[in-house]
């Protein structure tokens, strides 16, 4: 583990000792999921949203709650598949997404990741990890303390988001051309005026920009446990994450990161 600061805190809180216990939640949600990964017997359910589940995804997210009342029975949580209690005022509060990506998940594509967050009582993410464990990486951060990168549980090596100022250098990924509403055709003209879109999606993207390799990524519509340990992450590697209206943090029902430089001139780009 990388070292950090001594006044990693915030009122009330011990973030290094939270961060510790999202990192003990990633393992277990990376057991139980690899588990079921590409299972010939692996269960498929529709939801009501018409999006997939499986029982993995479910699994996943019983252990973590399991885990989480034990080790900080006060804090309320926040997941995909179990919902969410009503948010009180000063609580903080823990955001699971136990398989992010669900669709690559049940055909076999490495691209999902578990994702674990804590949230302070007013919203701001201040712990996050995103581990992949099929592509062997875990990306991680705490208010204050950096963001860093794990490879196949490899020493963690400190991560920036890239240099570049110009949207016409800067290289995009994206999940798709859905969801966009008015703003679609404006995108779409966008990418012509690039050097590079790639449709990567999910939480890969945003990571590639919290690495440098990309410089800014893009979902029009997500909820917060799609984006929660997202925000920090890129925050903390130097990036800048908001919704595409320009609205701060993981909120806001849709995701843009990027190295900070290039963001308004993307949120500009895109308006239609």
Do not use: C
């Amino acid at each position: 583990m990388p070292q950090t600061p001594a006044n990693a805190t915030t009122p009330g809180r011990d973030l290094e000792s939270d961060l510790a216990l999202a990192h003990r939640l990633a393992d277990l949600a990376a057991e139980i999921s690899m588990s079921r990964y590409r299972a010939l017997d692996l269960k498929i359910e529709t939801k009501p949203d018409l999006t997939p589940v499986t029982d993995a995804d479910k699994a996943t997210e019983r252990a973590l709650r399991e885990l989480l009342a034990i080790e900080r029975p006060d804090d309320l949580i926040v997941g995909e598949e179990f919902g969410a209690p009503e948010l009180s005022g000063n609580k903080y509060y823990w955001v699971i997404d136990p398989i992010d990506g669900t669709k690559n998940y049940l055909r076999g594509v490495p691209t999902w990741a578990n994702l674990i967050a804590l949230a302070q009582p007013d919203g701001e993410i201040v712990v996050g990890v995103v581990g992949s464990p099929a592509l062997f990486r875990r990306w991680f951060a705490r208010k204050g303390g950096g963001a860093f990168l794990s490879i196949n549980g490899g020493a963690p090596e400190q991560i920036r988001v890239s240099a570049v100022k110009v949207l016409a250098d800067s290289s995009i990924s994206y999940s798709d051309l859905e969801g966009w509403g008015k703003r679609r055709e404006p995108f779409i003209e966008l990418q012509r005026r690039i050097w590079r879109t790639r449709g990567l999606g999910d939480f890969w993207s945003h990571m590639l920009v919290a690495e440098g390799a990309v410089d800014v990524a893009v979902e029009p519509t997500l909820a917060l446990w799609d984006m929660a340990p997202l925000d920090i992450v890129v925050r903390e590697a130097g990036g800048k994450f908001t919704n595409i209206d320009g609205l701060s943090g993981p909120h806001g029902g849709s995701g843009v990161s990027s190295n900070g430089a290039l963001h308004e001139q993307f949120l500009a780009g895109i308006k239609g």
